[in-house]
């Protein structure tokens, strides 16, 4: 009997440096934040490559908005639709390379913002994509043709750094089949300030003598201006019974908290 096989194209963003998912590595980290002070308005950085595989891969560049709205999945897109786009002000020297087997790659990139634009955090990505797509073959029969890209975030900081002002929009309980072990706290936090935060949330736990039992915390997110994001605080080895909590959001330079009630069954 033929094998029935199916052929399908994922694209795959990643998020993690040094993975093995695809043969061309990301050296120096999936985000690169500058300053932009005083009278110069431009900045230069570099996003360093590296083939690890034995054959010679193409490798495309080229520049994307990263969207966020509150409520909703992260997406991307080829236009800028928000004020603080870095992308008009954000070019490199070539669009692909072709790297050889192990070859080591810097991308350069420059930053050259108007010295009448207002000050804040201004941001865009910029896609690594190999070119030639990795094939992998289920045991089931199923061949999976994928590409994998990076989305390399290019953050410009333009003027003395304001602590943004973070809100609490929404707080939701949630667990997983009534097991302990799967439960979460969901904190959608939204920054109104000009300037992105790198944000951690944590939630102190208090029993009914006002003792505080126990600290959970979120894995840091950043926030971006006029944006939100949505933090998940595991709750582990927590007894059945209603606790006084405090939620609290660290940007690094300031504290918001917020009271909660929670009630583990």
Not at 12 to 37: C, P, Q
Not at 215 to 244: A, H, M, W
């Amino acid at each position: 009997m033929n094998q029935l096989i199916k052929w399908a194209l994922c694209w795959a963003i990643i998020f993690s440096s040094l993975t093995g998912f695809s043969n061309i590595l990301i050296l120096n980290g999936l985000t690169h934040e500058h300053a932009i002070l005083g009278e110069s308005a431009q900045v230069k950085g570099v996003i360093k490559l590296k083939n690890d595989a034995e054959t010679p891969i193409k490798v495309l560049f080229y520049k994307q908005e990263y969207l966020l709205a509150c409520g909703q999945e992260s997406n991307f897109a080829n236009t800028p639709t928000h004020s603080y786009s870095l992308a008009r002000y954000l070019t490199t020297p070539l669009s692909e390379k072709i790297l050889a087997p192990k070859e080591e790659f810097d991308l350069p990139y420059s930053v050259a913002l108007p010295q009448s634009s207002p000050n804040g955090s201004y941001w865009s990505v910029i896609m690594i994509e190999a070119a030639d797509p990795i094939t992998s073959n289920d045991p089931s029969g199923v061949s999976i043709n994928s590409k994998v890209r990076y989305a390399i975030q290019v953050i410009a900081n333009k003027g003395a750094f304001e602590s943004p002002k973070l809100s609490f929009l929404d707080v939701r309980y949630n667990a997983k089949k009534q097991q302990v072990s799967n439960s979460q706290v969901i904190v959608s936090l939204k920054n109104e300030g000009r300037f992105s935060a790198k944000t951690k949330v944590s939630l102190e736990i208090y029993n009914d003598k006002g003792e505080k039992i126990k600290v959970f915390e979120s894995l840091s997110r950043r926030i971006y201006q006029d944006k939100c994001n949505t933090f998940e605080v595991d709750i582990v080895g927590l007894p059945k019974g209603k606790y006084e909590g405090i939620l609290i959001a660290d940007n690094g330079t300031d504290l918001f908290a917020s009271n909660l009630e929670l009630s583990i069954e």
